[in-house]
């Protein structure tokens, strides 16, 4: 079993900055993807952006390129998204997941999910 714990979530005006964090435990987590995705208030969860374990490929939504970036350090276990220039539409409960292999977007294909961190963005 693996666990994952989302942290850095909050409350920020629009065009602030917050940064996420995905901490996993449990297990060895070489080889795997990551990734995040969010699901708003009465809203389908939806994917955000995914890096593969070593880096060297990412994927971001239309929704959040140019604003979010992910990233990971792996000698800490641990996942980031850096989430700039917020907009109250980027509202909602943000997921850490993780899968083996190669960079995937939809949430059936990730087989640990962390509690999720509420980001809330202002207006």
């Known amino acids: 079993q693996v666990q994952l714990v989302e942290s850095g979530g909050g409350l920020v005006q629009a065009g602030g900055s917050l940064r996420l964090s995905c901490a996993a435990s449990g297990r060895t987590f070489s080889g795997y993807t990551m990734g995040w995705f969010r699901q708003a208030l009465g809203k389908e969860r939806e994917f955000v952006a995914a890096i593969n374990w070593s880096g060297s490929n990412t994927y971001n939504s239309d929704s959040v390129k140019g604003r979010f970036t992910i990233s990971r350090d792996n000698a800490k276990n641990t996942v980031y998204l850096q989430m700039n220039s917020l907009k109250p539409e980027d509202t909602a409960v943000y997921y850490c997941?993780?899968?083996?292999?190669?960079?995937?977007?939809?949430?059936?294909?990730?087989?640990?999910w962390g509690q999720g961190t509420q980001v809330t963005v202002s207006s």
């Open positions: 997941a993780s899968r083996k292999l190669d960079l995937a977007t939809t949430p059936g294909s990730y087989e640990y």
